[in-house]
């Protein structure tokens, strides 16, 4: 690591003020992502702005047909949150399947998209389940909002501050974990709103997460494992790594997507 | 059998019994209470005045000349008290220790050439290690690149450039040679049947929470060196280090720290020890070198036996095992740190459990651009219990038998231990049957049988696989050299000593002389002192001597250390037994063969009230010398020192007919996993899993099993994910653990069930045999096995590991394709 000032601001117009204040300011949330590239040396800042003093800044909400969840908000809280268990199943189960205890019990919903980890399962979540991201300055689709490699919407300074997700008829989650980090070698969320309409998101096989058209439109159609037969999956610009290359990637996806299918039959 | 050599009479004084006190109670440990309250000392908690810090610049290149440092930079750095390059450090140091011979010269810093990526290219000591590691940054070396050898067959061939030590000749051929051990040729001439097969063996590693790490100081007034490291073999062969420091033996002394794991990776640290202390010799303070994660995966002695296998069995067609033999090519990395003691100890029960007449191995130990091979869990046997093993899962598949019936029927029987096998080491004794149906009964075997049936209609894969594993302990010395081409170290002497010391108040003292690695030494000591001296374990107090206290000992590796400090504490306790019982007599006028040791106290045998407590007895020896027998021999005090030799082991033969006994306190385990495969991700699951030790009269049940569980998820961790893995260029793709996989709760099964089966040794003190190794000796067979059992529909064979999804997967996809 290399020498920073550490901030501890209580509200969030505090912590925009320090971020503001700073030639090289960063924030802080479970500091899972960021601490390791720190302590590597990858990363460095000025000034680290944490945002673990900001109460208003976690929790979930149930709302008229969405849940709201604050972006400090602990991927173990969002596993064990009644309120989604209730709402949206998958992403309670997206949640749990996440890392270790440790690592549910620090890393934040926030934290997690803003990092935009290639391998990371929350983008899949807001993607595949339709959410908009709140920030300190306006909303975000999840369309919008994961640009590339570790790259989002976000511009410099600004604070993301809840996720809203719509609470669809049906949705599942599947994720082929690394078996050290858990991270998603491949991992899928499908879903289907009341009006039909449905939307699966892959994460772990490219830069960023990404829809899959043809399948959503076959499901959209027959939401069934078998409405995906015979639906290829290529493997061009598929991510290649120690643990899986790009042919098994593209295989992944494949059962992946009908087992997320089949758990939002089974919910 | 003479070609086999000779066996020695035993020398054991106690005999195995049944109303032992202490012995085979599982009792806590008594490592636990402090070292769970967070007072254990470790490498990296100590601190002394005055200590400066290192870091190390290491080489990004896996083969590299180093053509120029510039470190102008680095030295101008504030904070900076020394920058030394591998120039530097020949000039005040010598190659570090080695046992090969002829020998493979290893820098502690590399000067002129890199072998691998991470080795040490400039050594850097500041006031922190912040300073340390920004001046290893401001460095500029420049690197003329040579050809990486990275393929352990391809490096059969290398020569010019690609050869790494080219003062040893134009190859990359570390050692080469073929050891015949009785009628091979004649009995696969008579052989029916031979199978064949080629294996290969992942490079992986012991992979402790801490890492190596010592603090050096140099006490220029004395000359003389203090280390505290948590290494091991200190009171052994402590003395090379001295050797490579330039100094006498005498003034250096190694002081052990706790060492938080090793499994074998902490055997003999060389590297860490001795770039401290140049460092603090040149900088006149103590300095403290502590490895980071990939200081330790790069660069020390954490990697493990990387083999191909070329292997042939010979059988008849009634299923009777004839020979084996074996073409090995095993990648030892740059450097031959412990020789070739790997094949040594693999040579100790390459046959198994089984009756084989005759052994052929042709080793080929190349040198490659990787990191040394060191010491780690099975220490290149275990791989020797995959081959057989799979072997005899494909003859059994071949011979369309039933590949638990093809073992039963080769099994040695318990009426012909000891038993010399062809190489000539000796099982002194073991009972593999009962093993074997001990381990059916807790695995189900029937039951699994059915519900696999019933999977495979729903299109589930469910596999159960089965292993019976040697589980050899203590080593001798022999096999570290028995390799050799030419005379070297030749040492057969691998002792362990203990001091015993009761105090006035009648309070015992023990002080080991090798180091606390993780495993229970202080535990296994308090219960055979215990039971030698009838007192509570709670009495007594255990204490690690250093070099300068120290009495030759060889420490814990090879599952030795039970049984050597069961010995050492058998043969001091004798003395003070002795003692005890001679002062008794004279003060209560008794004659000495009237009394017992027992509860704590000498009495008169048949009289209740002649008797008098250790406390007394120890009050008298320390205080009254005048009540005591004019003998110049009996001292004041109650103290003794035992140094135990090996138990067992005889000199190779000089024409290399057999290589003598070398580790022949043989245990035995059978390793019963189930496993379902998901064949759509390669994914495997357990299950179920049993698992049956034989490790003679158990010291502590509680720890050997331990052992066995935590040694079955290392095994895991080998079958099914972990391998430092080296590109084609030489970098070390797994230096990290979120790359490197080790298995977690998640991967391993739900429960291991362990069984246990009793043979006594007749050759250690109550029958203790090792069992440190634990299911790391027996998981990799049984897993491959019951996989490749799981997937028997599609006609899957596993001669590879490990196994990650991603892998196994592929093999599916081949089968798949295979039969459309
Ligand atoms: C061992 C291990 C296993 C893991 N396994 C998984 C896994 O299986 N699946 C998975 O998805 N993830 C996994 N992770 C990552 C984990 O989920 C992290 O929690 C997450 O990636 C980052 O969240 P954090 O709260 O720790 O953020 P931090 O590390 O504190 O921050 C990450 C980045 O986001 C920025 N940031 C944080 N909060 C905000 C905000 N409110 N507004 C704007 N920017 C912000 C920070 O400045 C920083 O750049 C794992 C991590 C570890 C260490």
């Known amino acids: ?267 | 059998m003479s070609d086999r050599g000779h066996i020695p009479e035993s020398r054991q004084r106690e005999k195995p019994r049944a109303d032992l006190q202490w012995i085979g109670k599982s009792m806590k440990r008594v490592e636990d209470p402090r070292l769970l309250v967070g007072k254990g000392i470790y490498a990296d908690d100590i601190n002394v005045p005055e200590m400066a810090h290192a870091a190390v610049l290491r080489s990004p290149h896996a083969h590299a000349r180093i053509v120029s440092i510039d470190a102008s930079k680095a030295e101008a750095l504030p904070g900076v008290l020394c920058v030394m390059t591998g120039a530097d450090a020949a000039e005040v140091c010598d190659p570090l220790p080695t046992w090969a011979s002829p020998p493979v010269l290893q820098a502690v810093i590399a000067h002129d050439r890199v072998r691998h990526v991470g080795e040490a290219v400039v050594a850097v000591a500041a006031e922190d290690r912040y300073i340390a590691e920004d001046a290893c940054d401001l460095i500029e070396v420049e690197y003329e690149p040579l050809p990486p050898v990275v393929d352990p067959e391809e490096a059969l061939t290398s020569t010019g450039d690609a050869v790494l030590h080219p003062e040893r000749g134009d190859t990359n051929i570390g050692l080469e040679r073929t050891l015949t051990f009785g009628p091979v040729e004649e009995d696969f001439a008579a052989a029916d049947l031979v199978i064949e097969r080629r294996f290969r063996w992942p490079r992986s590693g012991g992979q402790p929470l801490e890492t190596v790490g010592a603090v050096a100081s140099f006490d220029e007034g004395a000359g003389r060196f203090t280390i505290q490291c948590n290494t091991s073999m200190y009171n052994y062969c402590g003395w090379m280090i001295a050797s490579t420091l330039r100094v006498a033996p005498h003034k250096l002394n190694i002081v052990p720290t706790l060492a938080g794991g090793s499994f074998g990776s902490k055997m003999f640290v060389h590297k860490v020890p001795v770039m401290a202390a140049v460092l603090a010799r040149a900088v006149g303070r103590p300095v403290k070198f502590m490895e980071d994660r990939i200081d330790n995966t790069t660069s020390c002695d954490n990697h493990a036996s990387d083999r191909v296998y070329y292997a042939k069995l010979a059988l008849k067609q009634d299923g009777t095992l004839l020979s084996l033999k074996t073409r090995i090519i095993d990648d030892y990395g740059a450097y031959l740190q412990f020789g070739v003691g790997q094949h040594g100890n693999a040579l100790s029960q390459c046959v198994g459990p089984y009756r084989i007449n005759s052994v052929e191995v042709d080793l080929a130990a190349v040198l490659t651009n990787k990191c040394q091979q060191g010491a780690y869990r099975g220490f290149g046997s275990e791989v020797a219990n995959f081959v057989i093993e799979r072997l005899v899962d494909a003859a059994a598949d071949e011979l369309g038998v039933d590949r638990i019936a093809l073992r039963r029927q080769n099994f040695i029987q318990p009426d012909q231990f000891p038993y010399l096998i062809p190489t000539g080491n000796m099982y002194d004794s073991g009972n593999y049957q009962a093993v074997l149906e001990e381990t059916l009964k807790l695995a189900d075997v029937e039951g699994w049988r059915a519900k696999q049936a019933e999977g495979r209609k729903e299109g589930r894969y469910i596999g159960i696989g089965v292993a019976s594993c040697q589980e050899r302990s203590v080593f001798s010395a022999t096999e570290f050299w028995m390799w050799n081409l030419e005379p070297g170290v030749e040492w057969t002497s691998s002792p362990d000593g203990v001091s015993v010391k009761i105090d006035p108040t009648g309070k015992a003292f023990v002080t080991l002389h090798s180091p606390f690695w993780g495993n229970s030494p202080e535990t296994v000591a308090a219960q055979v002192l215990a039971e030698q001296l009838t007192i509570d374990p709670s009495d007594i107090e255990i204490t690690y001597s250093d070099t300068d206290q120290g009495l030759n000992s060889t420490g814990p590796g090879g599952s030795r250390f039970t049984v050597m400090v069961t010995g050492a504490i058998v043969g001091a306790a004798g003395k003070i037994r002795e003692k005890l019982l001679r002062i008794a007599a004279h003060l209560m006028e008794a004659d000495v063969r009237d009394l017992t040791l027992e509860d704590g106290a000498v009495q008169v045998k048949g009289v209740p009230d002649m008797k008098m407590s250790i406390a007394e007895l120890a009050d008298k020896a320390h205080y009254y010398r005048l009540s005591m027998p004019e003998d110049l021999d009996l001292t004041s005090g109650l103290d003794a020192t035992y140094v135990y030799d090996h138990p067992v082991t005889t000199l190779p033969d000089p024409d290399e007919r057999h290589m003598g006994i070398f580790y022949p306190i043989m245990g035995h385990s059978c390793h019963i996993p189930v496993v379902e495969v998901d064949i759509e991700t390669g994914q495997v699951h357990f299950l179920h899993y049993a698992a049956v030790h034989d490790c003679g009269t158990m010291v502590n049940p509680m720890t050997l099993e331990g052992h066995i569980r935590g040694g079955t998820v290392n095994g895991i961790g080998t079958a099914l994910f972990e391998e430092f893995s080296y590109d084609e260029a030489g970098q070390l793709t797994t230096a990290l653990w979120t790359d490197y996989l080790i298995p977690t709760i998640k991967e391993s099964p739900a429960d291991i069930v362990v069984g246990h089966v009793e043979t006594p040794s007749p050759f250690t003190e109550y029958g203790v045999k090792g069992g440190g190794e634990g299911g790391r000796m027996g998981g990799p067979p049984a897993i491959a096995a019951a996989i490749e059992d799981a997937l028997k529909p599609l006609g899957v064979t596993i001669d590879s590991l490990p196994l990650p999804p991603s892998k196994l997967r592929a093999l599916i996809r081949e089968a798949q394709a295979r039969s459309a």
């Open chain 1, 1 to 267: 690591m290399y020498p920073f000032t550490y901030h501890r601001p209580s509200s969030l117009d505090d912590a925009k003020a320090r971020l503001a204040a700073s030639e090289d300011g960063r924030l802080l949330a479970g500091g899972m992502s960021l601490l390791p590239t720190m302590r590597f040396r990858l990363a460095s800042c000025a000034d680290l702005v944490d945002l673990n003093g900001i109460e208003a800044l976690a929790g979930i909400e149930r709302g008229d047909g969405h849940v709201r969840v604050g972006a400090m908000t602990r991927h173990a809280a969002v596993a064990g949150s009644a309120e989604v268990r209730e709402a949206i199943p998958a992403l309670a189960a997206l949640a749990g399947s996440i890392g270790d205890v440790q690592v549910r019990n620090r890393g934040t919903i926030g934290g997690s998209i803003c990092f935009a980890d290639p391998a990371a399962d929350y983008p899949a979540g807001l993607l595949g389940l339709d959410a908009t991201i709140n920030t300190d300055r306006r909303a975000i689709g999840a369309d919008d909002f994961f640009t590339g490699l570790y790259e989002t919407a976000l511009e410099e300074g600004e604070i993301a501050v809840s996720v809203e997700f719509a609470i669809p008829e049906r949705a599942g989650w599947a994720k082929f974990g690394n078996q050290a980090s858990r991270f998603a070698v491949v991992a899928v969320m499908v879903s289907q709103a009341a009006g039909g309409a449905v939307r699966l998101a892959v994460t772990g096989a490219r830069t960023h997460v990404f829809r899959v058209t043809e399948m959503e439109q076959a499901l959209a159609a027959n939401f069934s494992e078998e409405a995906l037969d015979g639906i290829p999956v290529s493997s061009e610009g598929l991510n290649e790594d120690l643990h899986a290359d790009r042919d098994y990637r593209a295989h992944l996806i494949g059962v992946m997507a009908r087992r997320a299918v089949r758990d939002a039959l089974a919910r």
